[in-house]
């Protein structure tokens, strides 16, 4: 599989956390990249680094949001939008490295709660 960064990606990123005040993210520390040749059918993905890393390590959370370019690039400007708002979704208030499931006790993340997002933004 080959990757590329995706400084565009980055650039919608950083105005998103700070259009929609997701305070927690510190845009630093997500680094986005678009694949080619991914076999999933995803439009994006997102990684985080465990948290033993940072115990070990010393190395502090990041996260890295891969955009799949055969998919992602063909969609219209406000479905990358909420395909990007929907990744930045699955990072924690703590930034731990960590990943939140699309089903959690105290939340949910689909495309009713992306829509909600997406009002406030528009």
């Excluded at 845009?27 to 994006?44: E, L």
């Excluded at 499931?101 to 949910?108: A, D, I, M, Q, T």
Aim: net charge positive.
């Amino acid at each position: 599989m080959q990757y590329l960064k995706a400084p565009e990606i980055k650039r919608t990123i950083e105005r998103l956390v700070e259009k929609l005040e997701f305070t927690h993210i510190k845009t630093q520390n997500v680094h986005c990249i678009r694949s080619f040749d991914a076999k999933t059918r995803a439009y994006a993905r997102i990684w985080g680094m465990s948290k033993l890393f940072h115990e070990v390590a010393g190395i502090e959370p990041n996260y890295i949001i891969e955009v799949i370019a055969k998919r992602f690039d063909k969609l219209s400007e406000r479905e990358k939008i909420k395909t990007l708002i929907h990744e930045l979704m699955h990072i924690p208030k703590t930034f731990s490295g960590a990943l939140l499931p699309h089903r959690g006790r105290y939340h949910h993340i689909n495309d009713r709660e992306v829509e909600k997002i997406m009002k406030d933004l528009f």
